[in-house]
Each structure stands twice: as structure tokens, then as C-alpha cells.
Nanobody, 124 residues
Framework: QVQLVESGGGLVQAGGSLRLSCAAS????????MGWIRQAPGKERDFVAA????????DYADSVKGRFTISRDNAKNTMYLQMNNLKPEDTAIYYC?????????????????WGQGTQVTVSS
């Protein structure tokens, strides 16, 4: 089992940057693919980015490509999301989530473990 805790959210102006962190408990963190999923008010959860268990493969939603970077440090049981050039439409609660190897990254329902979420608000 994996327990996840996000941090790093906040209020930022459009064009600004934030770095989200996701700290995982347990010794099995490195066995899981990891993802960032976000949910804006009144909307469904949306895939943002994901990274393989080794960190060697990653992918992004088209809306964040070129602006967001996902990374992980298995020695520290931590995953990150560097968000640059933020836009008001990035405003959402951001969740980190863990999925066993081989799952379909782009569907939120494929993730087995979730953090509590961190709020990101981008003002125009």
C-alpha cells in the first residue's frame, strides 16, 4: 500500500510558476507508475501528467505540454510537478496518484492510490 501527501499549491498570477511535490510512504513507491490528476470546480478529473516507475518515460496532457515537467526521485520517495507559465485555466485541485505498472495512465480510474490534493489558483 502507498500513502501519498501533496504539497506546494497556492495562489499565483498568470505567467508564474509553482512546484508541486508528492511524498509517498512505504518501500514500494518505486514499483508504481505515478500521475498528476486535476479537478477544476464543477468539472471531472482530468489527466495532467504521468511518469513510469523508473522515471524513464513520461507523458503530458496536450494542454500542459511545454509548460509542465513531471519528475520523480525514488531514493526520496517523492514525485514533482514543475508548472511554468501558469494560466487561469490551470486552476484546480491537483492530486498525485499511483498506479501499478501497465495501467492506462490517461484514465483517472486506473490509479489505485490517491493523495488528499493541493489547491492551485491562478489569477488573471
Amino acid at each position: 500500500q502507498v500513502q501519498l501527501v501533496e504539497s506546494g499549491g497556492g495562489l499565483v498570477q498568470a505567467g508564474g510558476s509553482l512546484r508541486l511535490s508528492c511524498a509517498a510512504s512505504g518501500r514500494t513507491f518505486s514499483r508504481y507508475d505515478m500521475g498528476w490528476i486535476r479537478q477544476a470546480p464543477g468539472k471531472e478529473r482530468d489527466f495532467v501528467a504521468a511518469i513510469s516507475w523508473s522515471g524513464g518515460v513520461s507523458d503530458y496532457a496536450d494542454s500542459v505540454k511545454g509548460r509542465f515537467t513531471i519528475s520523480r526521485d525514488n531514493a526520496k520517495n517523492t514525485m514533482y510537478l514543475q508548472m511554468n507559465n501558469l494560466k487561469p485555466e490551470d486552476t484546480a485541485i491537483y492530486y498525485c496518484a499511483a498506479a501499478p505498472y501497465g495501467r492506462y495512465w490517461y484514465a483517472p480510474d486506473e490509479y489505485d492510490y490517491w493523495g488528499q490534493g493541493t489547491q492551485v489558483t491562478v489569477s488573471s
